[in-house]
């Protein structure tokens, strides 16, 4: 797969850029569900697991003359699909490290997923841990699992951007990946190929009329 | 063979005549009764086969005991002697106007059976045969003759399908709505209630309380499901239950583990047997037995196909040398962490046959109707813009097939496509944001070793101008969506197949293509009323064997509930299973019952089954059906791929 970052200028001095970004953590810490709130601002309180992965875009504005797109590779859980993931985070340029924070267990497959990312990934990826769920323990302090400062500590030292997060409640979501857009280098590229416009979405208007079918005749 | 001779006549000339059709009908087996028309011409047919020795009355689920629920005094007695008691209010208005109650073969064989019902008339004699296991050789055939051509007859099209079929569900069904509704002479109440029943089917147990204080609830509420899928390995884990958490099922895991074993000890495996008024079917699949348990009255080839396809779903996950390994390396292995996550396509499989699939029942598929030089465009499209590594390219709609494209060696078995179609139009895994998804996916049929890869994007049928972002819920709005995949070995295919599908949408954009599934998709199927203009028929299945796909009218508007298609499939498959019973040579089935008429007409080439209004004569019926294969043969190359586009 060829590089999928790229950067530009556009003529007015605005900047453009593209990452691939990707999500990994254990099944049902919420994944999907970031990537629903931030791709469409949408919350499922029931949601079918991730079968295989699916990939997504979206087009965030830091300040007024920079544009990110992130295509996003939102992966799925279950042990089954590990073999799978370095395909996913193989020309990231960001990942996203996602955690249940009601659940213990979950932040050690978090670090194991950092770990591995840090020696397979590419060499500059930006990493962040989310510990999502937070809503949950707004709501019941004793659900909570893993201490904020435990996990603070362990992205700092690792080197990870970290948030708390909650799908749910959209808290720190749009924080999360602006952070990671903030983090990724934008000035190093020159002016280069600019995408925009280029989305491959096809314009599915029904456009000429005089290709549809005469309605009542079969033949 | 004469008969054979007359079917394919009918095929490539007119048709065949009322008269033959009852003809054959007869020389199945004969008939007689106090009715007027074509059956005097039955008895003379050549040389009548000799009647069949009686047996006992047990049509729909030949494999059952000999002694069908209607011998059982137990089943005879409470509620559904209530039901009885009320419907018979009605029964007996029929009987008077145009049919009596089955009795079986009375004439032919006085005294050798009890009257089944008390309401039969000794001049309404029939002709009942059917096979039960014990010989398991024999045909099953039913024939029933109206006494008079009804008119105005008031009961309700299919109201109660099933009601003369001792369906242990219906009669089920029917006691709680009567305990429910007290009475039955408000039919739309008493349907709304059946309804609410048979939705409640799919809900979901609630969860046990760790204290089991809802225990007995619970119970309750799983032994009022009327099917029952279980999954277990051989060393007796569970690995699925379509109702139930562990704490419920693991009980019922080691009955059925106990017995399951007690026969294989013996060398001498267990198929499925019978408890009350439920059917228990098992299959063992290497380190897998898998059972289903119902009391919808299907026959046990098709529960057993059933099971086959939870089979292929759970290899679909793993692949068969992957599940081996597992197994042997570790036989006491929890398969339920490897298979995590896939619970809901094995459920909304399970739920698929609970609701019935024409498609599962005759083994095949549904294709969009399209003009023969529409379809062409689209598939000349997708062969244009074919990327290297494409192995299998397909367009859906709605679970049907629009156009495919494929290797000229390989073909792709119905079976997994059957997987695909759950996997998108039933399960609601492939939904996160409505983005592309990759798939890594086994096809069992095409080959049970190794994962292919999948790419699956969707457009909206209905809001043509962007693709769909979030997918809809319902799963009538989802008839109206079209699923572009795209299957290739290559596991780091996706951009590539996402190229594929930018460039195929754009050729359809441009050459219509696009328009002319999106008005198809939501034109959907033509009615019967569309297809045989002042037809009788009120809905059929209609299989092309060589092409292995089927095509039917709409269910609207004589079937727009849940539980009337439930009751239409059920019919569907009584008459599938008795035409399929082993070693029945059928060719022609002819059904009355007290809620429909039905025919089922097997050749070589295609399996029709076709329902009535209880009113409609027979040969109305027959004509209906000659209509109906007229149309087929004329739409032939719209609604079936014939061959599709291979490179």
């Known amino acids: 797969m060829a590089q999928r970052m790229q950067q530009g200028a556009r003529p007015g001095g605005s900047r453009f850029a593209q990452f691939k970004l990707v999500l990994l953590g254990e099944s049902a810490v919420g994944k999907s569900s970031l990537v629903l709130r931030f791709v469409k601002d949408q919350f499922d309180d029931y949601r079918e697991s991730t079968i295989g992965a699916a ?113 749910k409640t959209a808290t720190n979501v749009k924080e999360l990946f602006t952070a990671i857009a903030k983090k990724l280098p934008m000035d190093q590229a020159g002016p280069r190929g600019i995408r925009a416009g280029q989305r491959p979405g096809v314009d599915l208007r029904p456009g000429d009329s005089s290709t549809s079918p005469t309605p009542g005749c079969n033949c | 063979m004469a008969d054979t001779a007359n079917i394919d006549t009918a095929e490539t000339a007119e048709g065949i005549s009322t008269k033959d059709f009852d003809k054959r009908a007869g020389s199945e087996h004969s008939e007689s009764g106090t009715r007027e028309v074509p059956i005097a011409s039955l008895q003379s047919r050549e040389s009548s086969p000799p009647p069949l020795p009686a047996r006992p009355r047990q049509l729909s689920r030949p494999d059952r005991s000999p002694f069908g629920s209607y011998s059982r005094p137990s089943s005879a007695g409470g509620p559904r002697l209530a039901s009885r008691a009320t419907t018979a209010v009605s029964r007996a208005d029929i009987q008077t106007k145009s049919y ?29 045969s059917n096979s039960k296991s014990d010989g398991g050789d024999s045909a099953s055939i039913r024939s029933y003759i109206p006494t008079l051509e009804a008119s105005g007859d008031v009961e309700s099209l299919l109201g109660e399908v099933l009601s003369d079929y001792a369906s242990p569900a219906w009669k089920k069904l029917d006691a709680c709505a009567l305990e429910q ?211 299998y390219g397909l367009i859906v709609a709605g679970g049907k097939l629009v156009s495919v494209i494929r290797p000229k060696k390989h073909s792709l078995h119905p079976g997994d496509l059957e997987l695909i179609f759950n996997m998108l139009f039933e399960a609601e895994g492939i939904k996160a944001g409505g983005g592309e998804n990759w798939i890594p996916i086994c096809l069992p049929g095409f080959n049970n070793t ?57 050729q359809l954009q441009e050459n219509g293509g696009m328009q002319s599934i999106r008005s198809a998709v939501v034109k959907g199927r033509p009615s019967c009323v569309d297809i045989a203009p002042g037809t009788v028929a009120r809905h059929f299945l209609y299989k092309s064997k060589g092409n292995v796909q089927f095509a039917m009218p709409s269910y609207e508007p004589n079937f727009n509930t849940t539980l009337s298609r439930r009751r239409l499939l059920s019919l569907y498959h009584i008459l599938h299973a008795s035409v399929h019973v082993k070693n029945a040579h059928l060719k022609v089935q002819h059904c009355i019952s007290r809620d429909s008429i039905s025919l089922a007409w097997i050749t070589p080439m295609f399996e029709l089954f076709c329902v009535a209004d209880p009113s409609a004569s027979r040969n109305a019926l027959a004509q209906a059906a000659n209509k109906i294969i007229q149309w087929i043969r004329r739409e032939e190359e719209r609604v079936f791929i014939i061959g599709g586009a291979v490179f």
């Open chain 2, 450 to 506: 190794g994962f292919l890869y999948m790419y699956v994007s969707f457009l909206s049928a209905t809001q043509p101008n962007h693709e769909v972002v979030e997918r809809p819920s319902s799963r009538d709005e989802r008839e109206e969506e079209i699923a572009i995949l795209f299957i290739s070995p290559n596991k780091e295919g996706f951009f590539e197949l996402r190229q594929m599908k930018d460039d195929l949408v754009e």
């Open chain 1, 55 to 167: 990939f997504l875009t979206q087009t965030i504005a830091l300040d007024e003359n920079t544009t990110v797109k992130f295509e996003i590779w939102d992966t799925a859980g279950q042990e089954r699909y590990k073999s799978l993931a370095p395909m996913y985070y193989r020309n990231a340029n960001c990942a996203v490290v996602v955690y249940d924070i009601t659940q213990a267990s979950s932040l050690d497959k978090a670090k194991a997923w950092v770990k591995e990312l840090q020696r397979q990934a590419n060499e500059n990826i930006i990493i962040a841990l989310a510990g999502n769920k937070l809503d949950l323990v707004n709501e019941s302090p004793d659900k909570r699992a893993i201490q904020t400062s435990d996990a603070e500590q362990y992205a700092r030292e690792a080197g990870l951007l970290f948030f708390e997060t909650s799908a």
């Open chain 2, 181 to 391: 509704a007290g009475y039955f002479h408000d039919v739309t109440y008493e349907v709304d209630v059946l309804n609410d029943i048979f939705e409640r089917e799919f809900d979901e147990l609630e969860p046990s309380r760790p204290d089991g204080s809802n225990e007995e609830a619970l119970m309750a509420q799983f032994r009022s499901k009327l099917k029952h899928f279980l999954i277990l390995s051989s060393a007796g884990k569970p690995i699925y239950s379509r109702h139930g958490d562990d704490q419920l099922v693991t009980n019922y895991i080691g009955v059925v583990q106990t017995i399951i074993s007690f026969y294989q000890g013996a060398k001498d495996g267990l198929k499925g047997f019978t408890a009350g008024d439920v059917r228990f079917v098992i299959m063992s699949k290497g380190p897998l037995n898998l059972v289903a348990i119902s009391q919808l009255g299907e026959s046990d080839a098709q529960l057993r196909a059933q099971l086959e396809a939870l089979y292929m779903q759970i290899l679909s996950t793993l692949t068969l040398p992957n599940m081996e390994r597992m197994f042997s390396n570790r036989p006491s292995i929890d398969l339920r962490r490897p298979l995590q996550g896939t619970e809901t396509l094995l459920s909304a499989l399970a739920d698929g046959f609970t609701r019935g699939s024409p498609s599962s029942l005759l083994s095949a598929l549904e294709c969009l109707r399209l003009r023969k030089t529409h379809r062409q465009v689209i598939n000349n499209s997708m062969l244009k813009v074919r990327s290297q590594n494409l192995l």
């Open chain 2, 100 to 128: 009596g109650d089955e009795r079986p073969g009375g004439h032919l064989l006085p005294g050798s059976r009890g009257v089944s019902r008390q309401q039969s008339f000794s001049n309404l004699g029939r002709f009942v």
